[in-house]
């Protein structure tokens, strides 16, 4: 625990959630279980809800009013590092994307009968929800270029469009879809978020695209949909008509702070296992990999490196507790970017210290190798990120990057 | 192609070659074909090795008395990497590991009545092979510690051992398995290298190894093999007994060639689908990513790279061409991990730019980024080869780093 | 200013320090001043220590008993940072290496008189002092080799030696020099602090060290020493006999986190000259290199950098606070690294920006970029630092990587 | 010497060239030699500069009229690598910078009374010459920004400017001053090159700007210039009017051959320098830095780099004898960058493997670590190769990146 972050109740819960998780969720870590589709695992995971229930864990991060412990993000941040700590974690306590991100929107800007009908049951874990926004035929670093359109006609919209990478769809309860609204309005107010039960007639999962070679189903997979003439109730638009865009800038930055973190469980378990396997595999008699150089400057780096980040993504966590996520945001891009690179790199060097085994899905490193390498890309690729930080800073000496457009 | 080592022969053959992958080939890189195992696809590709026969490219790289062109191994590193640009052409012009590597072996040194039985159809494509060597127990970068004994039995040996990453073993026609003839002889002169035909009693798959989540089949796999009791006849041994490493070490010279061109064409064909990406990818109206200078960054960055790699891997091939592998031990070692390293930033690059899709099957970049970050592992660690290196300059300085030994 | 390790009074200090520094100390980096030996400048500066003393800002590390604030470690990081800003405000602050480490040990371990002689006309900044440590024949990596010898003789000690990096010897009252007094004791025992004041006879100077080109002179200099039957009253012991390691190491802790702090200021002043020329240096009409993705990506690296490091540094100064140094042995040779590197990172970016005048005197850079390489080095060269930290790390593990000696 | 581009004479060249730098240069490498101004060692230089004619050595650079060898270029370039591996040594064999350029500008293009009386001694190495392009107030990396100019009046030309970077004015005995001279032509076609004599009147050496703390002088050093209504014949131009760029250009690309083999010299030199150390320097008994995998590790990649490097150079030399510059004008580009940047990883690997000594002028690193920090930013930063390498190569794929201008 990183003490100068640590609370009262942090001190308490953190050692129970990472009993919870090396004893009921390391177990699950079998070559088989890493190796086919989350449908195959999930049963066995909907039954280790049931311990996190009993233990007393489940919705940590809801309000008080929903049965949570109203955690600060910075105290949330720390259990979702722990909870990363097992590819499977986040699902067990029903923390995992999307659905963390549109339990929290729902909360703020959901009516009331949305509420009760959709966010009621996402909180107790028996269904599963999608959210749908990026479109193939449009850079994701541009996110306010979009073709989907919801066009009113009596008291409903209808929705048309093309999306992808639309995750957990396969299996999901409904969608909250990103549409052009209000085609006339400036460019950053034109959309909104309408929640689409699945089912409704028009929409289709057209694939679970195969990723790293993996289509992947249920919980893990990424959608490519299809909405065709698809037709919503007006009320099931989440917050103000034209806000969409505003919302989803909103659910950026605790969202950044939910990836980063788990970012640096991940490190923190690969790191682990790197060492446990430097003490124990021996290269010739006598000598183990943890006697070679090379492999201690992995560690001394993957080290400090972990430190460093865990340290600059807690600091923007408290940052956005004490004043909200706009105020920081350069701290937000920062943490992306440099977080995103430093889980790979020692992801990287964890895998290189097993050798062979590295390679396998055996050990749960090719996991992470292949799943986390959209982190440089998702939720605003390293090169967005840097660019929009850096423009911000020099705009702070007075230079304005976008004069020229 | 390099005019530095281009040669007559060459110049005709290359644009032949590279028309052909291009033309039958490329146009297999589906998303399907990119993510179902081999066995789906190899029906269509041993349709394609009628081709190459049709278009007198068949087995170019045997001897001429089979009906080869005698090609030097500088020339044949060339066609390599031009094959390497599909993951399907070496496998169609049946020069794919560990096949190519076998059939070297056995010119040299088989006695006739393997040719006969076994090279010969290995020549024709008719059957594969494999090769077993690496042992799970034993860590892979000092493969002198080896578990697997062959015992002398009347007329025959009787081998036992655990191996595993014996690759292409299913669907193999025979294994070439290595083990411990003679215990008390010198570390390096313990093995033989004993060919074993698949379906001799005792000979179990135990299983493709899941390799970053895929078990894969048939040629695209990684077995783990147990040998319990198996006899073979000792007439089934390659080259002298107790030679096992020598010739290991003597297939590692051109092998090291075959993979490192390999690795140049993947890295040439990703900076190809980062161009084209660059081209035409928009991010907002009037502007691509080519445009942007991080984007520019990564196409200098990696054509300055795969330029010198390529440079540095046909030297080495011409010089094991004039003076042998033994002469030029420290390019040999020095190839493998500064080309391997090379192509796997290229790949990488060639994935950030393309975004989400990147990480898809839908274009080829995933496929190389999970098959491919093996080759800093396989056929000597980064870490092996740097450290071998440097020992053997430092050797030239007066130093022997292994005295304290 | 970090706000987690903000406190009351850095609050009311560090805008009035770093106004000083902008002030008084900015002015002063003329290309002559940063060209010229330290001499030359030095009359300039012991005139601006006349305004701090006058501005109340003299002896902020000092306890309270000698006018000081007790500062925590924290907090007096904090301070060197801004400091670091300009090279010359260490040394106006009297706060410079190696007098402040001097100052620190002598509190704590000189005897009274020495104090009284030596230690207060420190403090007042009416003499400088040096370390004399280093010795040319034996690789710093491993400091408790030395040949430098202190023989008892009635009352005195008899010192011979060869010494070298003896930093700021030139112009010195005094020496305190490590030397071996109990040679048959355990290696770590063999060795002792003795102050020698300068000119006793046998003490030779033998040069200034030309460093990068320049020998330099006076605080600004690294002296190569002799001492050839240098005799000394044995009260000049500082500490007890046998205990100069243990000595050092605790000067270590505390250095160390003035030493990084220093590097986190030159990395911050770098960075702010780096956006500023960015912002004003014109490419092309209405084009500046603040535009360009290049310079913005070395921006945004460099801003996620020194604030990830700075917090870094930070947790480890409270760390020491809270449980001395000896308790996050790990911690101080992480930071040491991890700082040194980032430093010299961004040092070079701002260098590259500033294109042919980065290399000039006419800014400070390349003062930087000299005189700071030696950062990786001194105190523990990077090598050192990272395979002690991942053998610390490995221990824990279960591994003793250096049972084998 | 590189196989692949070696030819007779150098076979024989080449180790007389590294004897004589060897026996007659290296043990010029003292401190004090190091440390001085280039003035105080120039005297023994010129006295070696009648070696090398002794020894026939010299003007190997020059037509065969003008008692060269006719040299390819990329024969010249390897006899530049081994004079780099001595700071001195170009200079000795009179084939330094600037001068080399000069003189193969001035064969090609100056008219015969400016050959006979400039071209000639500078040849036999009795004057030095110097060339005056870049200017502060305008960016390097967009030479055709110019504000210095030369106005017809009469007979002569009447140029007004202010230079920087007018590498060894200091006693040179001409300047070529690049001027416009048609300011209403393209910006391409509006500069001319035209020759100076030093003590003109108007011509003023402001000063030898202080470089990394050094102003250094005579060839070593880098001036300020002013040209206040400095006349001179219409004669002294040097190529048609207008063609200052064009010539400039042309100038590049062999240029760019001797600096990056200058810079691969470098390299070498300072890897053998860090192997010898690396063998001797002990770091406890019976244990050398050689033996630390860390210092393996640097051995190893440099050695791949430099061999990857030169390849890479001597590849465009080649290309350039054969097809000229502006044929392989990304190559040129590419090389530029990657040599660079190699030479100084290697640099800086080398001095951090002789510690604290790597930092003193008591060896060379801590020279080429300052005066060769400038080899990524002079004829062009690495920014604008690669960008210029990059729109190149997108040109190739349809895309012109200059398109918005």
């Given at each position: 625990m990183e003490t100068l972050f640590a609370t009262e109740r942090l001190r308490t819960l953190l050692p129970?959630?990472?009993?919870?998780?090396e004893t009921e969720l390391y177990?699950?870590?079998t070559t088989e279980n890493l190796t086919r589709d989350f449908s195959y695992i999930e049963p066995v995971l909907l039954e280790k809800r049931k311990l996190v229930k009993q233990a007393g864990l489940w919705g940590l991060h809801l309000p008080e009013a929903d049965g949570g412990l109203a955690l600060t993000l910075c105290?949330?941040?720390q259990?979702?590092?722990?909870?990363?700590?097992?590819?499977?974690?986040?699902?067990v306590f029903n923390t995992q994307a999307p659905d963390i991100g549109n339990t929290e929107l729902m909360h703020q800007y959901a009516p009331e009968p949305l509420k009760e009908r959709y966010l009621r049951p996402l909180m107790e874990g028996t269904v599963r929800s999608c959210f749908s926004m990026t479109e193939p035929e449009f850079a994701g670093s541009n996110p306010t270029r979009m073709g989907t359109t919801a066009v009113k006609d009596g008291e409903d919209y209808i929705i048309n469009g093309h999306k992808w990478f639309t995750s957990s769809a396969d299996g999901a309860a409904f969608i909250i879809v990103m549409a052009v609204t209000n085609p006339e309005a400036a460019r950053h107010k034109q959309a909104s978020q309408i929640l689409v039960p699945m089912g409704t007639p028009g929409v289709t999962l057209v694939r679970n695209i195969p990723i790293m070679g993996h289509a992947g189903d249920s919980w893990a997979s990424h959608a490519e949909m299809r909405y065709e003439n698809v037709r919503v109730p007006q009320a099931n638009l989440i917050g103000p008509e034209g806000a969409g865009f505003l919302l989803a800038q909103e659910r950026l930055g605790p969202g950044r702070i939910h990836h980063c973190m788990r970012?640096?469980?991940?490190?923190?378990?690969?790191?682990?296992?790197?060492?446990r396997y430097a003490v124990?595999?021996?290269?010739?008699?006598?000598?183990?990999?943890?006697?070679?150089?090379?492999?201690?400057g992995f560690i001394a780096d993957s080290r400090a490196e972990i430190d460093a980040a865990r340290l600059l993504v807690l600091r923007t966590a408290r940052h956005i507790d004490e004043q909200g996520a706009a105020a920081v945001r350069d701290e937000v891009s920062m943490i992306k970017f440099f977080t995103a690179n430093m889980m790979?790199?020692?992801?990287?060097?964890?895998?290189q210290v097993h050798g062979a085994l590295g390679m396998t899905s055996d050990i749960l490193l090719s996991y992470w190798y292949t799943h986390e390498r959209a982190a440089r890309i998702y939720d605003g690729a390293d090169e967005v990120h840097k660019s929009a930080l850096a423009r911000n800073i020099l705009k702070g000496y007075g230079?304005?990057?976008?004069?020229k457009k």
């Open positions: 129970r959630i990472q009993e919870f998780v177990p699950l870590e105290e949330f941040g259990i979702s590092e722990v909870l990363a700590r097992s590819p499977f974690a986040h699902f970012f640096i469980g991940i490190a923190e378990r690969s790191f682990e296992l790197m060492c124990s595999r021996e290269l010739e008699e006598g000598t183990v990999l943890g006697d070679k150089q090379f492999v201690q790979l790199r020692v992801v990287d060097r964890a895998i230079l304005d990057v976008k004069r």
